[in-house]
């Protein structure tokens, strides 16, 4: 960049508070920039930073006529943001109005954060919105917190606590020395709320202050900052104080934000003269902000990808002419209200891309260097905002499905992998389906079985998968991208659809084969380790409708104990099985420390001595029997106790090992282990299914 490109000055926070207020060259935001993300803690410490007469560093922005501004979808800064659990809901955003505009704007580039924070403190009628329970473990940690009644998102504004601040003065007699954040035991600014609490959850010692039960010694920072603007001399008359010491710190407290005002900082600005037109500039300006927020801002990848999106998105009716993150959002809304996924948006972003360079660019994923490249993430945002609808109903159709088999990510499978490409499949064969001339009755049908033999193959797909670990291999991804070729010349949805399926049992197939070796070799030789057989343990426990029903009761608990993660423990205890083998090993030609001895030490790990149970249980850490444990579960009934060692495949000698001698129980592991192994297998190869 030449020096006719940019050029280097200060501006005084005076004129960017300003400016954020339309007064002057406006300053704005593009759209391309993420949300709001500080926490109170750092805008606290912005606040003591500018207090302290210390640097924050420089600005960087763009200065464009009206017109081109536009084009990058910009918003004005907010004179009110929600923080925390409500920061994802627009309704608690209240923009600053700017009814006038002058011909230039000031583009936001970076330092975004700061500038807004800043707008929150000093700003009339600006402050913060946060659940209360946020609140209390702000302004009160260790409360306790269980409900409250009242507003569900207190809002509150920055005052100046003057007798705090006077008494700090006098102990140290140095107002820039003072401390000015919240880790304060008696804080000099303080949040204050603008509604009326319940305060029955509050530490008594902590209670929040609120605006109508102010007295004289509260003032808001807002006005403070405005009596101190240029042009204005410092004048305490107009405060209700008549103590020395109180007007003595207040003065100098005035001067301190006085000094704020014509603090200079650093900017640099962008000039749009060099670009040979708009597109140009635009690149220009994507490419230096993508490259700003790379080295030093903890933007995160998706970060970047997503502000691309933004900016070459196009509204059209295939995403209801809505903007990218309007669409973006929405999904992650229904996906947490309709299937109780919580997806972070960069998440998302990143699963919508990859998604796209299945499809489109027939590839099996994007590079990372590739979320941040401008010309490719251009031709994503085309491509996913005209195909918004069939993503998002695709995306959701999985979720769906996997909701009704109970299969939770992050719970029974770890990766997105297999979502992204089954939206591909599905975008893929609903996208030709909604080409060809069908009858409605045939269409639906087709939708109908398309979506069933989905379903029907839905286990096997997740699990051999994931115990085959192919996903980032290219094979998986050949067949969707050959399928997608060749149904390009059917038009009978019979054919179609049978080469579809062909295509996931084919991608099925290559993966079992690998996934039955490591169902073979699998074992752990560690007590810690057992945590690998969750996701096989609960396929096995459901692969019979005896032992689904069992598996469900006992879910009940898992649930409330585990919050929904199914937790592994050990059928015959760690603790009992190592002390039996050092108090009767000998009797089994086992002697203690050989290394015969540390192989059946380590054979109690095997998937044949675990279960799916309470993790409050903690069998592997105690001495007692599974039977103890069942008992607590099910009930101590016999029937009920021969019902589980039935179907659960647990002979005596794992249910109450203490009569048995040690070979007969490591024969019985072994027999069980084998079970095991035999059952997941035939369930990868389509022959045993999940009730």
Excluded at 212 to 236: A, M, R, V, Y
Aim: aromatic letters at 10%; one cysteine or more; a neutral charge.
């Amino acid at each position: 960049m030449n020096k006719e490109t940019y050029k280097l000055g200060s501006i005084s926070i005076s004129e960017i508070i300003d400016g954020i207020h339309g007064i002057g060259t406006p300053m704005i935001v593009p759209d391309l920039q993420r949300g709001y993300v500080w926490s109170l803690e750092q805008i606290m410490a912005l606040v003591d930073t500018l207090l302290k007469g210390w640097p924050i560093g420089q600005i960087f922005w763009v200065c464009l006529e009206k017109q081109l501004a536009l084009s990058f979808s910009p918003r004005t800064f907010y004179s009110q943001v929600p923080l925390k659990r409500f920061s994802i809901h627009e309704r608690y955003y209240k923009p600053i109005n700017i009814s006038r505009y002058n011909s230039a704007q000031r583009l936001i580039l970076d330092g975004q954060q700061r500038l807004q924070s800043m707008a929150l403190v000093f700003g009339n009628t600006c402050g913060i919105i946060m659940d209360q329970k946020d609140w209390i473990e702000f302004l009160s940690p260790g409360s306790s917190y269980r409900k409250w009644g009242g507003k569900e998102c207190p809002y509150a504004t920055l005052y100046l606590n003057l007798k705090n601040l006077s008494l700090q003065y006098e102990d140290i007699g140095n107002i820039n020395g003072l401390n000015y954040t919240q880790n304060n035991p008696k804080p000099i600014l303080e949040w204050v709320f603008q509604d009326e609490l319940d305060c029955r959850w509050w530490d008594k010692d902590k209670l929040p202050k609120m605006y109508h039960e102010l007295d004289s010694t509260f003032t808001p920072l807002s006005k403070l900052w405005d009596d101190t603007k240029p042009g204005k001399e410092i004048n305490i008359d107009g405060y209700p104080i008549e103590d020395k010491n109180e007007k003595e710190a207040l003065k100098l407290f005035l001067s301190a934000l006085s000094q704020i005002h014509r603090s200079e900082i650093p900017y640099i600005e962008i000039s749009e003269k060099e670009a040979q037109n708009e597109l140009e500039f635009n690149e220009m300006v994507l490419n230096i902000f993508t490259r700003l927020n790379r080295g030093g801002t903890p933007l995160a990848r998706e970060d970047i990808t997503l502000s691309w999106l933004k900016r070459n998105w196009n509204r059209c009716n295939n995403n209801s002419n809505k903007c990218a993150e309007d669409c973006l959002r929405e999904l992650q809304r229904d996906l947490r209200s309709k299937y109780a996924i919580d997806l972070p948006l960069d998440q998302i972003v990143r699963s919508i891309v990859s998604i796209w360079g299945i499809i489109d660019r027939e590839q099996k994923q994007i590079t990372n260097s590739e979320l941040m490249d401008g010309v490719t993430l251009r031709n994503a945002a085309i491509w996913i905002s005209e195909n918004w609808n069939h993503i998002h109903n695709s995306f959701t159709n999985i979720f769906a499905m996997l909701k009704k088999r109970e299969l939770r990510y992050q719970s029974v499978f770890y990766s997105l992998s297999p979502i992204i490409y089954l939206s591909a499949w599905l975008i893929i064969g609903k996208s030709w389906a909604e080409k060809i001339h069908m009858k409605m009755t045939i269409k639906s049908r087709f939708f109908q079985t398309f979506d069933s033999e989905l379903e029907r193959r839905l286990d096997r797909f997740i699990f051999a998968g994931q115990w085959a670990n192919t996903w980032n291999g290219q094979s998986a991804y050949l067949y969707l991208i050959k399928v997608k070729g060749s149904i390009l010349s059917m038009e009978e949805p019979e054919l179609a659809q049978n080469a579809l399926l062909d295509c996931l049992d084919g991608v099925i197939s290559e993966m079992s084969s690998l996934a039955k070796e490591n169902i073979q070799d699998l074992k752990a030789s560690t007590r810690a380790q057992v945590s690998r057989y969750r996701t096989y343990l609960w396929i096995w426990q459901r692969l019979t409708r005896k032992r689904a029903q069992l598996s469900k009761k006992l879910a009940s608990n898992i649930d409330e104990a585990t919050e929904g993660i199914p937790h592994v423990d050990h059928c015959i205890s760690y603790s009992w099985w190592e002390t039996s083998l050092k108090e009767h090993g000998q009797e089994s030609g086992i002697e203690f420390e050989s290394q015969k001895y540390l192989n059946a030490l380590s054979s109690i790990n095997q998937i044949g001595n675990c279960c799916i149970l309470v993790n409050a249980l903690n069998a592997s850490k105690g001495k007692q029997a599974l039977l103890k444990f069942l008992e607590e579960t099910l009930g101590s009934e016999d029937e009920k106790m021969q019902e589980y060692q039935n179907e659960m495949s647990v002979p005596d000698e794992i249910m109450s090992p203490s009569t048995s001698k040690i070979n007969d129980i490591s024969e019985k592991l072994e027999g069980r282990t084998q079970k095991i192994k035999s059952d997941l297998i035939l369930f990868i190869d389509g022959k045993l299914t999940r009730e």
